[in-house]
């Protein structure tokens, strides 16, 4: 995992914001079998009401070659004004224990 942390810095209520996550294999033998899975995150404001939303717009699964590296396409939307966190996991099918993860944090504003 290249991006360990990804701050999107100050966004605009009701606008759009993507990045990317970019995974990389660094073995020279193994496929790296992943799934992308959404962790939880302060998200939630006082009034129980939904600040943003992480959306990961490529596949949630997929196949690295080795010695190479994909992206995965995410997606933010921006509802409400407040400070969002959101954790996404890359996880490695052949082997739980190698699980990373990526936060992602951006602060919503007018």
Not at 15 to 41: A, P
Not at 50 to 66: D, M, N, Q
Not at 84 to 100: A, H
């Amino acid at each position: 995992l290249v991006d360990k942390v990804i701050n999107l810095g100050d966004q605009y209520i009701n606008h759009d914001n993507q990045s990317f996550i970019t995974i990389e294999n660094l073995h020279k033998i193994d496929k790296f079998h992943y799934i992308t899975v959404l962790g939880k995150g302060n998200y939630i404001n006082k009034r129980n009401n939904c600040i943003g939303e992480i959306f990961v717009k490529s596949r949630h699964t997929g196949v690295i070659l080795p010695n190479s590296s994909t992206s995965v396409h995410i997606l933010y939307k921006s509802y409400l004004p407040g400070k969002f966190e959101q954790d996404v996991w890359i996880v490695n099918i052949n082997d739980i224990f190698d699980t990373k993860k990526c936060s992602i944090s951006c602060n919503n504003i007018v």
